[in-house]
């Protein structure tokens, strides 16, 4: 061992492994989504076109199937880029903590496992299985991909409050006990947080897609159920989100402090502490924001004088990045908040009048909820994941100690960059033709069998 | 057999898993790559597509299988074999990222420029894949690795004979084991001359990886004289097993009966990677680390094992499903009650 030399390449390597890493993350999480919400969108579609002979439904739910093989598809290789970078990257988190928390990727394993066979037997088996064993197939499909949600931000909340094990005196993990390091004081607010995330990207997503098509006059059934379904859901979802967001806000609050104080931009510790909006962080002090007095005291404490503690308790080189911490987390919440307005509009159009709001302006603003609500859960991730920053394992590991000194791991930064720029075009380019041409056929799928009238049929007998 | 002896001899399932069902699924990808022209090749490049469209994503979770196994149970072991073998590895993350998304987007795509590059994409990555990997494994299997972090050489780790023959074996051996499953699959889709074609495929492969496995083993003599000690010595009856099968195969090839050729050759690649572990057990990483100085705690190697068995429970009888729905109802029959006219699409 040269100590020396390896502290200076592991210098080195932090900043671009660690934007290896968000990137390949922030990637995938968006197919992540796609894979948790999209198969109960189709079956939805599937059943309801089933059940009222609509074959315009049921050709909706084979295009939304296709799309989801594409996606799917995409999700599993970035999926598989991401377990060979956990090692790759960040070994002194994995090799001395693998043990504690490396259980719950076991069984996101299983999870994708099964995620995968069903995916392939619901494709591959539009035509050729009952319509009731076929919607049947998508259970597991569905049911795994929640799991695996649960599994991997499970690993996620254990880096932000570390339980589970014990540390002996030179620092070495003892007693690990993976299932309690499973079910830390951060996984369930954590889980469910990512999985209502998961539907409202899904949902505003796939609604945008046919909004952009009925702003072109195209007001057909399809367009119309395509923009219904996965708005309804989405926007049933919105008002619980913000709920579970103020749920999540306390656990930070009781576990990681210094996370909130950053989100807020706090200095002081104070009881009736403002709540503030945007604004820049310098000389301890965040400057040109909007403050709303005793506002972050009553959302963390429920209580005006309770005390909200801030930077000013944590030292100094052990504080997150403020700014990006505050502003990212001011961005998804603002978001989510225009989010909830757009609902709203929605459900009151739908409840006063059973339609949808006719003006181009709604359609306008479904247009671009897709890309605001991927920016607001990519946001959420940035405030979570720096908000724990300098630590890796929060308050037990910092990431410069765990990111791998291997000369030359730098490169691999620029190499994922431009992968991902090659996988993002292809992508879009295939989902923007699966859009125009009803006929291509999924990966998963064999021939480009096309849905017609005498499939259909088939289909629905 | 220890608790960690166990979690690994699962790991090692899977391992033999992705071998089979990956390698097959890397070997067709190879047999594209050598399909020949764009006309001529149309045939055998649809029996492959054929072959691994719904099932190509679930082979792979296999490796996925490995990496979550090997970092939970034996933490410090992975750390130390990614760490200095992380060029060939992401190497091969990238190979399976192109192989992956070109072979899931190719036939979205019309233009016969990008179909072209999506094409060369999905078979060149099938080729350098799997050698890389080999190539991992050699370095593994030829005492390259010590404990530590990024301790070893990044570089000679897998640039040196054993990982040179590593790589040429996977390579091979994924060729041979697609080959032969093409063959099967040809003829369920009634195409006897595309199953010939296959078959001589599959022999000359087998010719071929047999002489490269007997080079081989002078290559271990000089380059990994412990892997060599192990498997001319407590490895002989595995070997053995690895041969025998390996001819049996041949046999029932030459006389085309391909399913017990399928599982003989199954049989014979599973004994060549058992009879690596064999060789170099009680190492993990030869020769500083055993099998149970990796280990990591107790209670962990138990949530494993309950994880395997309940796990075990969904997940086999769900891909039985998917590899018997998929084989018993090919393209042929499942056209047999749609309109003819609307099937033809994409086989002009």
Not at chain 1, 41 to 69: P, S
Not at chain 1, 346 to 360: A, E, L, N, V, Y
Not at chain 2, 211 to 220: P, S, T
Not at chain 2, 237 to 250: D, F, I, N, R, T
Request: hydrophobic share 55%; with cysteine.
């Amino acid at each position: 061992m040269e100590p020396f030399q390896l502290v200076a390449d592991a210098a080195e390597n932090l900043y671009p492994a660690r934007m290896q890493m968000a990137l390949s993350l922030g990637w995938h999480i968006i197919f992540s989504c796609f894979g948790i919400a999209f198969p109960v969108f189709t079956v939805f579609a599937e059943w309801r076109g089933h059940k009222r002979g609509n074959a315009a439904l049921t050709d909706l739910a084979h295009t939304w199937a296709k799309a989801m093989g594409v996606l799917f598809a995409a999700g599993a290789v970035s999926g598989t880029l991401l377990s060979f970078e956990m090692g790759i990257l960040w070994p002194g988190l994995m090799g001395r903590f693998g043990g504690v928390f490396g259980f719950p990727f076991v069984l996101e394993g299983y999870a994708f496992f099964i995620e995968a066979i069903f995916v392939g037997i619901y494709l591959f088996g539009w035509n050729r299985l009952s319509p009731r064993a076929h919607m049947l197939s998508a259970v597991p499909m569905i049911v795994s991909g929640a799991a695996g949600a649960f599994f991997v931000v499970a690993a996620n909340a254990w880096m932000n409050n570390p339980t589970g094990f014990r540390l002996d005196a030179d620092g070495q993990v003892v007693d690990a006990q993976p299932w309690a390091a499973m079910f830390g004081p951060s996984t369930a607010a954590q889980t469910v947080h990512m999985l209502l995330a998961a539907y409202m990207v899904t949902g505003f997503t796939v609604a945008s897609v046919y909004a952009v098509g009925m702003l072109r006059g195209r007001r057909d059934h399809r367009h119309r159920f395509g923009l219904l379904i996965p708005l309804t859901f989405a926007v049933i979802f919105t008002p619980v989100q913000i709920g579970v967001g103020d749920w999540i806000a306390n656990v930070v609050a009781d576990n990681q402090p210094a996370k909130l104080a950053a989100m807020e931009a706090l200095y002081e510790t104070q009881a009736r502490a403002p709540l503030s909006l945007g604004g820049l962080y310098y000389d301890d002090e965040l400057h040109y924001s909007i403050e709303i007095p005793w506002a972050l005291s009553l959302l963390t404490h429920h209580d005006p004088d309770g005390v909200v503690q801030g930077l000013e308790d944590t030292p100094v080189n052990e504080q997150p990045p403020v700014n990006v911490v505050h502003l990212a987390y001011n961005v998804m919440v603002g978001i989510g908040s225009a989010l909830l307005l757009l609902g709203f509009l929605f459900g009151w159009t739908w409840w006063r009048r059973r339609r949808i709001p006719t003006s181009p302006w709604f359609l306008r603003a479904v247009a671009v909820s897709g890309v605001a609500a991927i920016v607001a859960m990519e946001a959420g991730w940035t405030t979570t994941e720096v908000g724990r920053q300098p630590w890796i394992v929060y308050g037990i590991l910092r990431t410069e100690d765990a990111v791998s000194p291997a000369p030359g791991l730098f490169l691999g930064f620029y190499a994922v960059v431009a992968i991902y720029l090659v996988l993002t075009a292809l992508t879009v380019i295939v989902l923007r033709r699966l859009a125009r041409h009803h006929d291509i056929s999924a990966p998963q799928e064999l021939d480009a069998t096309p849905p017609d009238e005498h499939t259909e049929e088939l289909a629905v007998r | 057999m220890t608790l960690a002896e166990l979690v690994l001899g699962v790991m090692f399932v899977g391992l033999i898993a992705y071998g089979l069902f990956g390698g097959a699924d890397f070997g067709a990808g190879i047999w594209d790559l050598l399909a020949g022209g764009a006309r001529r090749g149309a045939r055998q490049r649809d029996l492959i597509e054929h072959s691994i469209g719904p099932v190509w994503e679930a082979n792979h979770v296999w490796l996925i299988f490995v990496l979550v196994i090997l970092w939970t149970g034996f933490s410090e072991a992975f750390a130390a074999v990614v760490t200095t073998l992380y060029i060939p590895l992401t190497l091969a993350a990238f190979g399976m990222i192109a192989r992956g998304a070109a072979f899931a987007f190719r036939k979205s795509i019309t233009t016969l420029s990008m179909q072209r590059f999506l094409g060369a994409a999905f078979a060149l990555s099938s080729l350098v894949t799997p050698f890389f990997l080999g190539a991992v494994v050699g370095g593994v299997a030829s005492g390259r690795i010590p404990p530590g972090i990024a301790s070893g050489n990044v570089v000679t780790s897998w640039v040196n004979p054993t990982s040179v023959l590593g790589g040429v074996m996977a390579v091979l051996v994924c060729a041979y084991l697609a080959a032969v499953f093409l063959c099967g699959d040809a003829r369920r889709e009634g195409e006897e001359d595309l199953a010939d074609q296959f078959r001589i495929r599959a022999l000359g492969t087998a010719g071929v990886t047999g002489v490269a496995g007997v080079a081989g083993l002078f290559v271990l003599r000089g380059d990994a004289p412990l892997l060599w000690e192990g498997l001319t010595g407590r490895a002989v009856p595995v070997v053995g097993l690895s041969v025998v099968a390996g001819v049996a195969a041949v046999v029932f090839l030459a006389l085309g009966r391909y399913v017990p050729a399928r599982l003989a050759s199954a049989l014979a690649v599973s004994a060549i990677l058992v009879g690596w572990a064999v060789a170099q057990y009680p190492y993990i990483l030869v020769p500083d680390m055993t099998i149970e100085e990796a280990a990591t705690g107790r209670a962990t190697l138990q949530a494993m094992l309950v994880a395997f068995s309940v796990g075990a429970v969904f997940l086999v009888p769900a891909l039985v499903f998917l590899y018997v729905l998929f084989q018993r109802s090919g393209p042929a029959s499942a056209h047999e009650d749609v309109p003819r006219e609307h099937t033809g699409a994409a086989t002009p």
